[in-house]
């Protein structure tokens, strides 16, 4: 039945598309749909273009399903928007069939991780707006949307309003409003990560079911996530983005599995580890005497070259990392990172901030897929409440240099106050407006459980803290 409503669908688009415009051709598997060739982005800072991502060559083919992979400021967003034509790269070129894009890319449509539907529409007429843009007469886009909405499991529900949908339906809704106008290249950018787990595996399966189908109005699918499970079970190909000193395609992974895809099988997990490797940066690392893999960051700076430029801050809390420590130590000590999660019910990806939070401060090392605790890590794990904050201190100060700088700055001025200001303006000079403020909110968390100073959200002021 989903098929028919397809075929259905297709068929009222192809009688729409004659009064609508211009038509692109459907693509072969393996021609190239969109590509970019030395793409580089920057942000304007404060007084100097901060990059986002350098140096990018990717296709994107027909027949094919993509996944950007890497961590939170890897460039992954950007460089799907810049696929898109909703950002224009800084230098290199974008082309969508061959033809360097001037705006929008004619051939795609996007699904966001927060829905995007519009409050004061219906379903269809949400799912009808792509349509409407593009000069579809009112029956026929009417009948489209329909069809799409009956196609990703919404049938009944065209005259509810967007508040009436719990997050999973919303969802599906953006789905059918890309799908229905036929998009060489679906787009889709954290699409589940909004959703509660079961709802997100749900339509995960549903959507790869339509695309093994063969009747996805569709021929490729670009998807970002951070995700590693998602990415091995979606894609044909995994694009893994690096951060440092800005996004670039650190290795691209070829899937090579059968759909539906096994997660107890043995290559499914094999390639699971490899791709890990590969985002955490420990493909490459030195060996360590009495373990079979060594420890350590490539990407890491040594700790006196640490500054607040070089090294951001994971996003952790202190209660996370202080009771992933505890967890460990519970363990005698030393863990399988991978084990630690599936006991937990997170993906590894969950766990991997709090992981690197824990080797910044020198808690913890990682020596192939295991997690061991330090000496003044497993202090750390066992002390009271003021120990823990004695020790905690100790670690930020030698190891997270914002908060190092914060604390510094805050002594050497007279009264020990400064405005939130100036840390955004010295951090500008490095990150994007959305990463200073998350790295000064992790430096605020930390440093206060630290007590090394206070901050007044109200005033933006943090102050040493002399009690």
Same mark, same amino acid.
């Given at each position: ?164 949908? @719990? #997050?999973?339906?919303?969802? =599906? ?8 106008? $036929?998009?060489? +290249? %679906? /787009?889709? !950018? ?22 093994? @189908? #063969?009747?996805?109005?569709? =021929? ?8 590693? $499970?998602?990415? +091995? %079970? /979606?894609? !044909? ?231």
């Amino acid at each position: 039945m989903v098929l028919d409503s397809w075929r259905n669908l297709r068929a009222a688009r192809h009688s729409a598309s004659t009064t609508a415009g211009r038509r692109y051709p459907r693509a072969a598997d393996g021609q190239v749909l969109v590509e970019a060739r030395e793409l580089t982005k920057s942000y304007a800072g404060a007084d100097r273009e901060l990059p986002v991502l350098g140096g990018i060559d990717l296709q994107v083919k027909a027949g094919e399903v993509v996944a950007l992979l890497g961590k939170s400021g890897s460039g992954k967003s950007t460089l799907l928007r810049c696929l898109a034509g909703l950002i224009p790269p800084s230098s290199g070129a974008v082309t969508y069939r061959g033809e360097p894009l001037t705006g929008a890319n004619p051939g795609t449509a996007m699904v966001f991780q927060t829905f995007a539907l519009l409050p004061w529409l219906t379903v269809q007429e949400n799912v009808e707006l792509g349509l409407e843009a593009r000069g579809v007469p009112a029956a026929q886009r009417a009948d489209a949307a329909v069809q799409a909405i009956d196609l990703i499991g919404l049938d009944g529900f065209e005259t509810a309003y967007p508040k009436e949908l @719990s #997050g999973g339906m919303r969802q =599906r809704v953006g789905f059918a409003r890309a799908l229905v106008v $036929e998009p060489d +290249v %679906l /787009m889709m !950018d954290e699409p589940f990560s909004a959703l509660d787990v079961l709802t997100a595996e749900n339509l995960r399966g549903e959507l790869m079911e339509l695309w093994e @189908s #063969g009747q996805f109005p569709t =021929r490729a699918i670009v998807l970002v996530t951070h995700n590693i $499970e998602e990415a +091995v %079970l /979606m894609a !044909d190909r995994i694009v893994v983005l690096g951060s440092r000193p800005y996004g670039t395609i650190r290795e691209t992974f070829e899937v090579g599995l059968d759909r539906p895809r096994d997660r107890n099988a043995a290559a499914f997990e094999d390639l699971i580890d490899r791709v890990y490797r590969t985002m955490t940066g420990r493909a490459k690392e030195t060996r360590l005497p009495g373990r079979a893999e060594g420890v350590g960051r490539p990407e890491g700076v040594e700790l006196d070259k640490r500054t607040a430029a070089n090294t951001p801050l994971p996003p952790s809390s202190v209660d996370g990392l202080s009771g992933m420590a505890e967890m460990v130590a519970h363990r005698g000590g030393a863990c399988d990172l991978a084990d630690l999660a599936d006991d937990l019910g997170l993906e590894i990806d969950d766990v991997l901030p709090i992981v690197d939070a824990l080797d910044l401060l020198g808690f913890a090392t990682v020596s192939g897929d295991d997690l061991l605790l330090t000496d003044v890590g497993a202090a750390f794990a066992g002390a009271d409440v003021q120990e823990s904050k004695t020790l905690f201190a100790e670690a930020v100060v030698a190891g997270a240099p914002l908060v190092r700088l914060i604390t510094t700055s805050l002594r050497q001025n007279p009264d020990g106050a400064l405005r939130a200001g100036f840390f955004r303006d010295v951090l500008a000079h490095h990150f994007t407006s959305e990463q200073v403020t998350r790295q000064l909110d992790v430096a605020t968390d930390w440093g206060r459980y630290a007590e090394l100073y206070a901050y007044d959200a109200e005033r933006q002021e943090y102050r040493l803290d002399t009690e």
